[in-house]
């Protein structure tokens, strides 16, 4: 039994557990840094489609503005649906935010309902001709406030949603979330 754990076995057992440890400890540190950098990566892909939505929102904007003043040379373009409702851009966001981010879903949820409310405007007037300029403004001012929101709740949740730090961080809500929640709630209690 002496000879088992004698003067040359137990440095070679103990070093041999180390050797473990610095395996596993350092395979570890390699899966972390590729989930991190696979994670950063699709955020960026989110951020640049949020910025593509918003420039997009901008072009929308700009296209029903010359439908209301009786150009709709706009309809005759057989992409016009796509070019209105936005619908690939908003289920590519979709899909980031359901497959990597599921952490923006409620900002998401009111991104979406934003650009709702802005189709239910666009069939209203393509269905009636007509629409009411300011109440259109307005909604489309709003969903511009819900993509600032996305954009910001990124920016400021980075570290957390690409899993750089080893402790968790509490996510924080955008400030235009909260912003519009108090509008919401002053206006539904000044009616």
């Not at 016009?80 to 899909?95: G, R, V």
Request: glycine residues 4%; aromatic residues 10%; negative net charge.
């Amino acid at each position: 039994m002496e000879e088992l754990f004698g003067p040359k076995v137990l440095p070679a057992i103990i070093s041999a557990f180390v050797a473990i440890a610095l395996f596993f400890l350092s395979q570890w540190f390699l899966s972390r840094r590729n989930l991190i950098e696979q994670r950063t990566q699709k955020l960026e892909e989110l951020y640049l489609a949020v910025n593509d939505l918003s420039n997009k929102h901008a072009v929308r904007f700009e296209m029903i503005r010359n439908i209301t003043n009786g150009d709709s040379s706009i309809l005759e373009d057989p992409e016009h649906a796509h070019k209105l409702y936005l619908l690939d851009i908003n289920k590519q966001i979709l899909m980031y935010v359901r497959l990597y981010f599921p952490e923006l879903q409620e900002t998401h949820v009111e991104l979406f309902h934003g650009n709702r409310e802005i189709t239910e405007k666009i069939y209203f007037l393509l269905e009636h001709g007509q629409i009411d300029q300011e109440e259109f403004i307005a909604t489309f001012i709003s969903f511009g406030d819900h993509l600032r929101a996305i954009e910001d709740e990124i920016i400021n949740n980075k570290k957390r949603l690409v899993g750089e730090n080893i402790l968790p961080l509490r996510h924080k809500r955008s400030s235009h979330n909260k912003s519009s929640q108090q509008d919401a709630s002053g206006a539904g209690a000044s009616a």
